[in-house]
């Protein structure tokens, strides 16, 4: 077993390697210590980790690393003594790392990389980013920190970083893309299923499922979802219950596109980096180059897509706000009334910060779906989202004469598609608002 390592950071050091105080080790250690013995008494045997204090970790509370050659934080890196050692990294002046539910939630991803789970990188999947892995992650996290605490309330007092696994939240309508928020997927299921405090054998039972499935925790919702199942095949009625919570949450359905409603839906106005913004993940590699022929473009996978009906649309555009230029563009395809794929491809985005892309639909289109791709090599917001039918297709009265040019929602006779539609707004604020960002938040490892 590992010791316990406690380090500062120095303003301007080269490496994050100073002696903390003599009080502010022992208070340190007394909590680390602490939290190590009652994840053990639980099931979770979890190896002392270097404690790295007054990091310079920009937005997030605290963020934990597995090994040293990861190039974040910002801060400065291990000295070569301790270079491979888990570290968990604090944000200076906060008090962080003197909570008990900040460092259950980071030595659970210690436990969770030490028992099998791959690192939670994003993942490229179908040439986009995919943040399921570090959802999952980020989500047994949160419910391991709460059930300890026999609390559905976390980092309360830490300013945006406070959440709560009590609200409901489902698939795929909540996704927003940042995984610290999307964690709530997860987290706030298995609290229910644990009798949401209000029963300690129940929430044991959870937390052996929960052991028993940490190899699974990097395979994406479905894999987890189909583990915590199997690991419930002894308790049948506990596995009774995950079922319904499975089907009431849509946790089988994270990879369905979200509908867009214009009722459901509102502007942000020109705050294009607020809270409840969409989030696209960095990619690992570049994804295939724009010119690439569209029958070469894989289908539109994974969570966080969009849908929306465009019958009788030749011409649309999809518009909105982004945080950086020339950063995002969509995979696409259409779909006739029965289903069946008419075309696909994608399509570069225009302009910024307001950037548009231009979409030509085939006779017959009657649901367009897709997806954001970011070739950034770090996360990209984007809201305001707008759908607009710039032309549609001659209907049978126009058919010797031009098409119609047409702008916002009526398309003519009965077809009425509901666009412009604004996302950001009333789509993702409800539930976001008790659930922000996570003690740490970032791409590669989404602790």
Not at 71 to 80: E, K, N
Not at 296 to 320: H, K, N, W
Request: proline share 7%.
């Amino acid at each position: 077993m590992s010791e316990l390592v406690i380090i500062a950071c120095e303003t301007g050091a080269a490496s994050c390697g100073a002696a903390a105080p003599p009080a502010r080790d022992a208070a340190v250690r007394d909590v680390v210590d602490s939290a190590i013995a009652r994840l053990a008494a639980s099931g979770f045997e979890t190896p002392a980790p270097v404690i790295v204090l007054d990091a310079s970790l920009g937005g997030p509370i605290a963020t934990t690393l597995i090994g040293a050659s990861d190039p974040w934080p910002p801060a400065a890196p291990l000295p070569p003594s301790l270079a491979g050692r888990t570290a968990i990294f604090f944000q200076a002046g906060l008090g962080a790392e003197t909570r008990p539910d900040v460092l259950l939630h980071e030595l659970t991803h210690v436990w969770l990389r030490s028992h099998g789970a791959d690192d939670p990188r994003w993942r490229l999947d179908a040439g986009r980013a995919t943040h399921e892995s570090a959802v999952v992650h980020e989500g047994i996290a949160d419910f391991v920190a709460a059930s300890l605490s026999n609390s559905p309330t976390l980092y309360a007092g830490l300013g945006t970083a406070t959440r709560s696994l009590a609200p409901t939240v489902r698939c795929p309508d909540d996704l927003s893309g940042a995984a610290n928020d999307d964690a709530a997927i997860v987290s706030s299921a298995l609290w229910e299923l644990g009798g949401a405090g209000r029963s300690p054998d129940a929430m044991a039972e959870v937390l052996a499922a929960v052991r028993q499935s940490a190899r699974d925790a990097s395979r994406g919702f479905d894999a987890f979802v189909s583990a915590i199942e199997h690991a419930l095949e002894a308790h049948p009625t506990r596995a009774t219950h995950w079922n319904a919570i499975v089907q009431d949450r849509g946790l089988r359905m994270c990879h369905a596109p979200i509908t867009l409603r214009e009722s459901r839906t509102s502007s942000r106005g020109r705050d294009f980096v607020a809270a409840g913004t969409q989030r696209f993940a960095a990619a690992l590699t570049r994804p295939p180059d724009a010119s690439s022929p569209a029958t070469a473009l894989s289908e539109v996978t994974g969570p966080l897509q969009f849908r929306a009906t465009v019958e009788d649309v030749r011409t649309l555009q999809i518009g909105g706000r982004s945080s950086e230029r020339d950063a995002l563009a969509i995979d696409w395809q259409s779909r006739d009334i029965d289903g069946r794929v008419l075309t696909r491809g994608r399509a570069d985005f225009e302009g910024w910060p307001s950037p548009f892309a231009t979409l030509i639909l085939p006779p017959q289109s009657h649901t367009l779906t897709f997806a954001f791709v970011n070739s950034r090599a770090h996360d990209v917001t984007y809201n305001d989202l707008r759908v607009t039918a710039l032309e549609s297709h001659p209907s049978p009265t126009h058919a010797l004469g031009a098409p119609e040019s047409r702008t916002g929602c009526s398309l003519g006779g009965s077809v009425d598609l509901v666009l412009p539609l604004l996302i950001a707004g009333v789509l993702h604020r409800t539930r976001h608002a008790a659930r922000r960002a996570a003690p740490h938040e970032r791409p590669t490892h989404q602790r």
